[in-house]
């Protein structure tokens, strides 16, 4: 018997499994480019088959053109993540779906936890092409009164980037 909810989870297992081609398809596509530009060749590169081994637990398409363009300065190892499966397995777990939105906003960090446990903020920087006026305003006024701040109590920090 079909159900509602035996057709919305089908619905959803393709969106994610349609998801985790089109990841595969991108970084596959992006690092064949650049492997091409590095003057790289297309064949297999030492370590490339237990690569393979390794992370073909994830999906039966293991992209290799990352681990050819990364081992070529780290040298053959199969820990490598590939960066599809990175993308739609590993970031999935640690930063599960419904929380994405919020967790994805990183001026939302200092909402989240106590001053002290927190790495100096000394700029932040929203994308103001998709910030709303009063977010972007928040965060020039905050980095304005923060630079003060440093002026004020650390002039040391600053560092002179002219020649």
Request: hydrophobic share 35%; aromatic share 14%; charged share 30%.
């Amino acid at each position: 018997m079909i159900t509602r909810q035996s057709v919305k989870s089908a619905i959803l297992d393709n969106v994610e499994r349609l998801r985790k081609w089109n990841c595969y398809k991108f970084y596959s596509r992006q690092f064949k480019k650049y492997c091409y530009m590095h003057g790289m060749a297309s064949s297999l590169v030492e370590g490339e088959e237990e690569y393979v081994r390794k992370w073909s637990v994830f999906t039966p398409r293991v992209e290799r053109w990352s681990y050819r363009l990364f081992s070529r300065y780290m040298g053959p190892d199969a820990d490598i993540i590939p960066e599809d499966i990175g993308h739609t397995w590993i970031e999935d777990t640690l930063n599960p779906r419904r929380y994405r939105d919020y967790y994805s906003d990183k001026n939302a960090f200092d909402d989240l936890s106590r001053e002290e446990t927190m790495p100096v903020t000394v700029f932040r920087r929203v994308g103001i092409s998709r910030a709303k006026a009063d977010t972007a305003l928040t965060s020039l006024v905050y980095n304005i009164c923060r630079f003060c701040q440093i002026v004020k109590y650390h002039g040391d920090w600053l560092v002179s980037c002219g020649g």
